[in-house]
């Protein structure tokens, strides 16, 4: 079964330190795999997807398919990255999501 | 403005009532989609529809009938409503079968009570 799982529920660090939210998937195939995020009670906004190779917000996150992971990094994380991300694979043009991980970054 | 649009946004309801949920899209996606956020946060796939036909039908109770008049309409309607319905429901819209394959658009979300 395609899944993707989040281990973290909460991480909680402080200004300025890196921050790394975890991402594990399983599917059968090439994965499409992307970070959504979705700050206080607002709609769910992509951050990455990993076919581009983008960086935004100082996040970036590498498809690593020996360990079928994608982990979302930060070197500095910044208050204001504070919310709720989720790792989703695209299962058949829907997104598969995972739990979620919450981020809180503390002054 | 080019977007996804959902009403209402907020909607509180008593048990067993039956209600609707509307959803619009002028981004000329061919796909529109119904997720569930429940109080836990966890997200979920409800529903997809390409070109006005479900093409994925979650384990959702039949309570949940989705409704797509054209393409950029994609409405759903609960009958039944019970306390467990209380979630954030958000709708989407992407396009798919052409390169770049992403354009995938998630509504403000409407917060569903049931008292």
Redesign the interface.
Request: proline share 4%; no cysteine.
């Given at each position: 079964a395609q899944r993707v799982t989040q281990p973290e529920k909460l991480l909680s660090v402080f200004k300025g330190a890196p921050v790394e939210l975890k991402c594990n998937y399983s599917y059968s195939g090439s994965p499409e795999l992307f970070w959504y995020v979705q700050y206080s009670r607002q709609r769910l906004q992509l951050l990455l997807r990993h076919i581009s190779r983008e960086s935004i917000k100082g996040f970036t996150a590498d498809l690593n398919k020996g360990e079928t992971s994608f982990h979302l990094k930060k070197p500095f994380a910044q208050e204001e990255d504070s919310a709720m991300y989720y790792c989703a694979l695209r299962d058949r043009g829907a997104l598969n999501f995972g739990k979620g991980t919450s981020l809180l970054v503390t002054p | 403005d080019t977007a996804v649009s959902q009403t209402p946004k907020y909607l509180v309801t008593q048990m067993g009532n039956d209600k609707s949920i509307k959803c619009e899209q002028n981004l000329g996606h061919d796909?529109m989609?119904w997720?569930k956020q429940d109080s836990?946060?966890?997200?979920?796939?409800m529903f997809?529809y390409?070109n006005k036909e479900l093409?994925?039908n979650e384990t959702v109770p039949n309570r949940f009938s989705p409704k797509s008049p054209d393409k950029a309409h994609l409405n759903l309607h609960i009958n039944s409503l019970e306390l467990g319905d209380s979630a954030v429901y958000?709708c989407?819209s992407?396009r798919?079968g052409t390169e770049?394959?992403?354009g995938?658009t998630?509504?403000?979300?409407t917060r569903l009570t049931v008292v």
């Open positions: - | 796909t989609y997720y836990k946060k966890f997200l979920k796939i997809s390409n093409i994925i958000f989407a992407s798919i770049p394959t992403y995938y998630f509504g403000s979300g």
